[in-house]
């Protein structure tokens, strides 16, 4: 996934006068923007990915507050139409009998058979992943897996 390819969803979302996905696409936009003026440099396709991922993290943050402070249903229901829509250009994230293999996998391979080496662990799961799972599920297992 490239810039390119960001622009050209852009120009489907205001053909078909999607106002949401315009939005938060048109917001991806303007984080790469921002981060290849501050480098110089264009964004690789990883980059891309990475910045779909913070956005959709901070979304998701700002989903999470609004769902508490249960004020506003609209804005509600829009910052969660906006996590599908970003959820939709990322990798599907690895979970379930998938994610505990890779984890049995690691730790046969690697030895760590304590808490206090966790994090290394952790960090080649995330990297066998290519850092699509959820890191605090993969703690969670993990420390279950070395109590």
């Known amino acids: 996934m490239d810039k390119a390819f960001i622009l050209s969803e852009i ?3 205001m053909r078909g006068k999607d106002k949401p996905r315009l939005s938060i696409l048109r917001l991806v936009k303007n984080e790469i923007e921002v981060k290849e003026k501050a480098t110089g440099e264009v964004m690789s396709d990883a980059d891309v990915v990475a910045t779909f991922k913070k956005v959709l993290k901070q979304t998701g943050e700002t989903l ?5 402070v249960g004020t506003d249903a609209d804005r509600t229901a829009l910052l969660q139409l906006q996590v599908d829509i970003l959820s939709e250009y990322l990798p599907k994230q ?3 009998d998938e994610l505990l293999a890779i ?7 690697t030895g760590i058979s304590e808490k206090r080496d966790m994090g290394k662990a952790i960090g080649q799961v995330v990297a066998a992943t290519s850092g699509n799972c959820d890191k605090a599920e993969v703690a969670r297992i993990m420390g279950a897996r070395l109590a």
């Open 103 to 109: 984890i049995d996998r690691v730790l046969a391979e």
């Open 64 to 68: 999470e507050g609004s769902i508490k």
């Open 11 to 13: 120009t489907k979302a």
């Open 94 to 96: 690895v979970s379930g």
